[in-house]
């Protein structure tokens, strides 16, 4: 409702709902596409090197003017954005001062120094209208008499504002709540979504098998007491198994919905066909050998695989340029018949939470989907690694039902599956799973999915996931 209090946002955001409109309709043709993210990106350098501080010094050598092709041969004279370019320079990275934010955000900080990520109306217009066309392919399928809870991470984080927003713009109504917190809890939140009723919600894939162990420790059963239509996972990483499995959980449809971060704001999102779609009108993604640097090359599928980068194609608070997202990822081609006509990204975890197993290196998505295929009815896992006599062993921990009702656990398949791909023995175990498996979004996926048992002590990050979780309300 802001924009009617200014006219010029109010035009921009007709443009932008337009734009979107016309790209997800199939109405842009890829030479107009590649025409755009050529001149946003010519644009985006221009305004970060007159405005921030950081992009003066680190892009002096680049002429924006001089930028005639996005082919990687013309890119690599552009030097990358890291993550420690944003923790260094702090608000020295941004474009535009606080005062012309409409909101602040940050990162967690559980790991590091938190970085300032500040939303103008600029940044929310373009993020939101992407999310609410995106979306609109999916929650038509459910009718009009929606009521959607939003259940974020921490109230610092984007996740509730912007989500609240989209579904405001769908005509859904929205419920927020934070379980973790001490003034809302796990018994208020359960409340809240079986009274309303609610008919979707938007969390972390912790954060549904959370609720649905709290509903079977309240006397509730989740497919029978609630009524979700639709869960929207986001902020951990999220095998195609793993949602499978809470689709089960919940007795309802589940989407991976959302690739973003703090930093970057929106790179992917969902399509009614399940599948995570880029945004190019919000982004240009480059995909990189993350040893090397160098562009990857698509493969016979035309897919790629290697850490995002990304540079925004807009102009807000704190546009980034090359950004290194050190996320591993696998980049499709747009195909014909899909939901939406955009290019699809497989989010593999981050670089550095690639595991070596048995001599075998395999990424944190591959190994969960590995681990995650045949187990159904399951409320949380957790991954230990040991070494045994001088050779890995993995433990895939489950907790179930206390009635283990639609549970389905084919532990042959698994451990089959697992030695023709690591070539390593699997063990299982069955039982009650500490809050550690819940601050994935707050620190790592590895940190609360993967007990490494074969170091000598739990890593810095493995500590702080054990801080979060004992530090929240249970």
Not at 60 to 82: I, N, R, Y
Not at 144 to 151: K, T
Not at 253 to 282: F, I
Request: net charge negative; hydrophobic share 40%.
């Amino acid at each position: 409702m802001f924009t009617v209090f200014n006219e010029e946002l109010a035009q921009l955001a007709r443009e932008i709902r337009d734009r979107h409109q016309a790209f997800t309709a199939g109405r842009w043709t890829d030479a107009a596409l590649a025409d755009h993210q050529l001149q946003e990106f010519r644009r985006t350098v221009a305004y970060v090197k007159e405005k921030s501080p950081f992009y003066a010094r680190h892009l002096a050598s680049v002429d924006p003017g001089a930028l005639t092709s996005l082919a990687p041969e013309h890119l690599a004279s552009v030097p990358f954005t890291t993550k420690d370019d944003l923790r260094r320079e702090f608000e020295n990275v941004l474009s535009l001062p606080l005062s012309k934010a409409w909101i602040f955000y940050e990162t967690t900080g559980t790991t590091g120094r938190s970085t300032p990520c500040p939303r103008s109306n600029t940044d929310s217009l373009h993020n939101n209208t992407a999310l609410t066309v995106y979306y609109d392919t999916i929650f038509r399928q459910f009718g009009d008499e929606q009521v959607i809870g939003v259940s974020g991470p921490t109230e610092l984080h984007a996740f509730g504002d912007t989500f609240g927003d989209v579904c405001r713009n769908l005509g859904h109504a929205v419920a927020k709540m934070w379980p973790h917190s001490p003034m809302v809890g796990y018994d208020r939140a359960l409340e809240t979504l079986r009274v309303l009723p609610a008919t979707g919600l938007f969390s972390t894939p912790g954060m549904a098998l959370s609720l649905a162990k709290k509903a079977y420790a309240a006397g509730l059963h989740p497919r029978r007491d609630f009524r979700l239509d639709v869960v929207m996972c986001t902020g951990e990483l999220a095998s195609r198994s793993l949602l499978e499995n809470i689709g089960e959980v919940w007795g309802a449809k589940v989407y991976n919905a959302l690739y973003a971060s703090q930093e970057a704001s929106v790179m992917g999102a969902a399509g009614a066909d399940g599948a995570l779609y880029t945004a190019p009108l919000l982004n240009l993604y480059e995909v990189i050998d993350p040893d090397t640097t160098r562009a990857v090359e698509p493969g016979p599928d035309g897919v790629r695989t290697g850490e995002l980068v990304v540079t925004s194609l807009y102009q807000g608070s704190k546009p980034l340029v090359r950004y290194r997202t050190g996320d591993l990822v696998r980049l499709g081609p747009a195909a014909a018949g899909r939901t939406l006509p955009a290019p699809t990204l497989e989010v593999l975890g981050r670089t550095r939470d690639t595991l070596s197993i048995g001599g075998e290196r395999i990424s944190g998505y591959d190994l969960e989907e590995l681990l995650l295929t045949h187990p159904r009815g399951y409320l949380d896992y957790q991954i230990v690694i040991d070494a045994v006599d001088g050779q890995d062993e993995l433990t895939l921990h489950l907790e179930t039902p206390p009635d283990d009702e639609g549970v389905r656990i084919d532990e042959a398949a698994i451990a089959r599956a697992v030695r023709e791909r690591l070539g390593v023995q699997v063990r299982f175990a069955y039982g009650p799973l500490g809050g550690v498996t819940t601050t994935g979004a707050m620190v790592s996926w590895k940190a609360a999915r993967v007990e490494d048992r074969r170091g000598s002590a739990p890593d810095e990050e493995r500590t702080a996931a054990l801080a979060v979780a004992g530090g929240r309300a249970q």
